[in-house]
C-alpha cells in the first residue's frame, strides 16, 4: 500500500471517529439532562 494514501486513510477515520464521538457526548448530555428533568420517567422512551 502506498504510504500516503496510508496516511489519508487514517486521517480520514480518525475525522469519523472524532466527529462520532462528540456527536455521541453531546447526545448523552442532553439525554442526561432530560432525565434529570422528568425524573428518569421518559427513560425508556428516548
Known amino acids: 500500500m502506498n504510504r500516503k494514501l ?3 486513510l487514517l486521517l480520514l477515520f480518525s475525522t469519523v471517529i472524532i466527529a462520532f464521538a462528540i456527536r455521541a ?3 448523552h ?12 420517567a ?4 428516548k
Open 25 to 27: 457526548g453531546q447526545e
Open 6 to 8: 496510508q496516511l489519508i
Open 29 to 40: 448530555e442532553n439525554c442526561r439532562e432530560h432525565c434529570m428533568t422528568t425524573n428518569g
Open 42 to 45: 421518559t427513560l425508556t422512551l
